[in-house]
């Protein structure tokens, strides 16, 4: 009998650079390129009309030497606090949006005004550090050597109805407990 090696045999080499994964709970990561400490969250975040940042999706971030692209993913809990809960994100990297990046979340509207559900969800976006100029609306970078901050924006559509909010599971468990939930944050450098 051949050994598991023989027909799936391992790859001579990778081009992952380093992946730099975490709950956003405060912790601190050591990897090639330094020591990073994640936003700790903490509570339930409600939306307004006007775009704020999503608690724990920011963080400043230098790539180590050689990375050609670097995937950032934040993954949170969405959930429908009225109606559909019409909501909007967008990536952001040093104050310019990525308009590429723009999700759009709802539920199905059933005409009352409760929880309709949630769900995980994900922010996910490559950079292109191999670019002969900067385009950054595009997510792409001729020399990307120092500190650049990636963070996540949301809002709700409407004001009044459609409302949602992250970090929030609902109907926890078998005993219906509703309670926040802590995101995740990955970053993963490729060569």
């Not at 900067?134 to 709700?156: E, H, P, Q």
Request: hydrophobic fraction near 30%; charge should be negative; aromatic fraction near 14%.
């Amino acid at each position: 009998m051949a050994n598991l090696t023989d027909i799936f045999p391992a790859a001579s080499s990778t081009n992952v650079l380093e992946v730099l994964q975490g709950t956003c709970d405060g912790r601190s990561i050591t990897v090639s390129s330094g020591t990073y400490t994640l936003t700790n969250v903490t509570s339930v975040q409600n939306f307004s009309t006007s775009y704020q940042e999503i608690t724990g999706s920011a963080i400043t971030y230098t790539p180590p030497d050689g990375t050609k692209y670097l995937s950032y993913r934040f993954d949170f809990m969405w959930d429908a606090e009225n109606y559909s809960g019409i909501s909007h994100f967008k990536i952001n990297i040093d104050g310019t949006d990525i308009p590429k990046s723009g999700k759009t979340y709802s539920l199905n509207y059933s005409g009352s005004s409760h929880n309709h559900g949630n769900w995980v969800t994900s922010m996910f976006y490559v950079f292109d550090l191999t670019a002969s100029s900067d385009d950054v609306a595009n997510g792409k970078f001729a020399n990307w050597t120092s500190g650049k901050t990636i963070r996540v924006y949301g809002r709700d559509y409407n004001s009044t109805t459609w409302k949602a909010q992250v970090h929030y599971n609902v109907y926890y468990s078998t005993l219906a407990i509703s309670q926040y939930t802590t995101p995740n944050l990955t970053l993963i450098a490729y060569s």
